[in-house]
């Protein structure tokens, strides 16, 4: 499955030639992380509330174009289940048609008491396996 979804840029997300700044492309992205869990049925606050977290372990993000202020950023997002532990959100980002960037967020499930590695809760997996690319 691809989720789509579209963030504009605000003023306050540029830098000094009116461009969005790189550290924003890393909000924009956890914004369209938290929405992809929504669209699949479940709130980030709830896998919380059950007791687990999902702190980012790697993010690769390449810029190619930048995107200004006012333009609207498309996001194209796959999710790839790496292990029992581990997801990957693999995004590319478009202003109108052009792509401006890829990236790639890995996010390993920890247990929110002790913060030790532990398989993804069992209905975190069933929702997300037909969202997910093995």
Same mark, same amino acid.
């Given at each position: 499955m691809v989720?789509?979804?579209?963030?504009r840029v605000r003023y306050s997300d540029t830098d000094q030639m009116?461009?969005?700044?790189?550290?924003?492309?890393? $909000?924009?992205?956890?914004? %369209? +992380?938290?929405?992809f869990l929504r669209s699949s049925g479940m709130s980030y606050k709830s896998v919380e509330e059950s007791g687990y977290l999902l702190p980012v372990s790697t993010l690769e993000v390449s810029y190619r174009r930048g995107a200004h202020y006012d333009d609207v950023i498309g996001f194209e997002t796959?999710? $790839?289940?790496?292990?029992? %532990? +581990?997801?990957?959100f693999h995004s590319k980002l478009f202003v109108d048609s052009t792509l401006i960037a890829t990236a790639r967020v890995e996010l390993a499930c920890i247990d929110?008491?002790?913060?030790r590695p532990v398989r993804l809760p069992e209905h975190l997996r069933d929702l997300l396996s037909g969202t997910a690319v093995d």
């Amino acid at each position: 499955m691809v989720h789509k979804y579209e963030i504009r840029v605000r003023y306050s997300d540029t830098d000094q030639m009116q461009r969005l700044h790189h550290a924003a492309y890393i $909000e924009y992205l956890e914004v %369209v +992380r938290i929405e992809f869990l929504r669209s699949s049925g479940m709130s980030y606050k709830s896998v919380e509330e059950s007791g687990y977290l999902l702190p980012v372990s790697t993010l690769e993000v390449s810029y190619r174009r930048g995107a200004h202020y006012d333009d609207v950023i498309g996001f194209e997002t796959i999710l $790839e289940v790496i292990s029992e %532990v +581990r997801l990957a959100f693999h995004s590319k980002l478009f202003v109108d048609s052009t792509l401006i960037a890829t990236a790639r967020v890995e996010l390993a499930c920890i247990d929110a008491v002790h913060f030790r590695p532990v398989r993804l809760p069992e209905h975190l997996r069933d929702l997300l396996s037909g969202t997910a690319v093995d």
